[in-house]
């Protein structure tokens, strides 16, 4: 089992930045795939952004390429999605999420084994 805990949300303007923290435990970190995900109200999840076990693989959904930025420490069991010039858009309970593989690309939710309970991040205009 992997335990998942998110931290780092809160509220901020539009324009704004975040760092989100996913702190894991109970497994060999390095040995896990890492990604994140988020669900604004009244919609599904979405894919958001994943990092592969040993930093060699970066994904990045199209809404937030160029101003989310994933990264890991595999020393500090930590995931982290850096946000800036965050949009209204971009309001919606993150999600970190942990695989030991997974098949062409890690971006969807059923290729994850783990997840964290979610925080919230509300940006306003």
């Known amino acids: 089992q992997v335990q998942l805990e998110e931290s780092g949300g809160g509220l901020v303007q539009a324009g704004g930045s975040l760092r989100l923290s996913c702190a894991a435990s109970?497994?060999?970190?390095?040995?896990?795939?890492m990604g994140w995900f988020r669900q604004a109200p009244r919609k599904e999840r979405e894919f958001v952004a994943a990092i592969a076990a040993l930093s060699q693989y970066y994904y990045y959904a199209d809404s937030v390429r160029g101003r989310f930025t994933i990264s890991r420490d595999n020393a500090k069991n930590t995931v982290y999605l850096q946000m800036n010039n965050l949009k209204p858009e971009d309001t919606a309970v993150y999600y970190c999420?942990?695989?030991?593989?997974?098949?062409?690309?890690?971006?969807?939710?059923?290729?994850?084994?783990?997840w964290g309970q979610g925080t919230q991040v509300t940006v306003s205009s």
């Open positions: 109970g497994r060999t970190f390095s040995n896990y795939h």
């Open positions: 999420a942990a695989t030991r593989s997974y098949g062409s690309r890690p971006i969807t939710e059923d290729e994850y084994d783990y």
